[in-house]
């Protein structure tokens, strides 16, 4: 998985730089809960010892809270665009705090989801899977994540990469990734042939169905033109976009539901 990736690079930097240091992999020790919604800070504030309003506790911050007796690291992070925590629980206090965060959300509605809405919901949002639609040879600039590094980049600060995304900057991008919004009365499932200009010019890495823009929403590698999607034997039009299909102005993850879903879908 990713974990192992991950431990495996930073190893190879610990020895080509020569740091006297040790890396000790502690997955197994830990689960994750992700808690998602627009309760789900009125669930946290029932169980936990801790302020989750926004001032207290910004997106992408994190602090160790207290669960039903059990130390928590409590993430604000989302990967279905929603208002939501990340719990990550040493695994043998798991099921008691899986528990305690169910007893507290019965009051709001609240239900298991599967990694299938999982996919749907990330889709919608143009977020990226590690593998799927972002690889060791993808840069932030090629997959729209330049707020990644851009503030390194205005500094004189140097990190792994740097000379290579000045030089993408400065030559320009040969390939994007960017979504579709496919309206095709089937279901797609990937590796459906995409069309740039009526030529084939390659095939869907990602797609799954967005209920909330209602229709296939897909993520490619592309360059621009006019773009069409085969499925089952048929040809339909693909919409591109590079915002996301759903909620690009990002306010529900800042706890903001004030706009429906007709108002959402204006913006482009």
């Known amino acids: 998985g990713s ?6 690079h930073i190893l190879n930097v610990i020895d080509d730089k020569g740091f006297n240091c040790t890396l000790t992999d502690h997955s197994a020790d830990y689960g994750m809960l992700s808690l998602q919604g627009p309760r789900s800070r009125d669930i946290l504030e029932k169980i936990c010892d801790a302020d989750f309003s926004n001032k207290a506790f910004p997106f992408s911050s994190h602090k160790l809270v207290n669960v039903a007796g059990h ?7 989302t990967f279905v665009g929603e208002l939501g925590w990340e719990l990550h629980v040493p695994t043998e206090s798991l099921s008691a705090v899986y528990d305690a965060v169910m007893e507290a959300g019965k009051e709001f509605g609240i239900a298991d989801a599967g990694y299938r809405a999982i996919d749907a919901l990330s889709s919608e949002k143009g977020y990226k899977h590690w593998h799927e639609d972002v690889r060791p040879d993808t840069t932030p600039l090629e997959a729209g994540m330049a707020w990644l590094v851009n503030p390194k980049l205005k500094t004189d600060t140097d990190f ?4 290579a995304l000045v030089a993408q900057k400065k030559n320009g991008l ?4 960017v979504c579709f919004k496919v309206k095709s009365p089937v279901p797609m499932v990937t590796l459906e042939a995409i ?3 009526d030529e084939v010019c390659g095939y869907i890495r990602r797609t799954a169905f967005g209920y909330s823009v209602d229709c296939n929403v897909t993520l490619d590698w592309l360059r621009a033109g006019s773009y069409k999607v085969e499925c089952m034997g048929e040809v339909y039009d693909a919409e591109m976009t590079l915002a ?3 909620d690009p102005k990002n306010l529900r993850v800042k706890g903001d539901y004030s706009e429906t879903i007709d108002q959402q879908d204006t913006v482009r």
């Open 174 to 177: 040969k390939q994007r990734l």
């Open 71 to 77: 130390e928590v690291r409590a993430m604000r992070l």
């Open 195 to 197: 069309y740039r200009n």
């Open 160 to 163: 792994l990469g740097r000379d």
């Open 244 to 246: 996301a299909p759903f």
């Open 3 to 8: 974990s192992y990736r991950d431990m495996c």
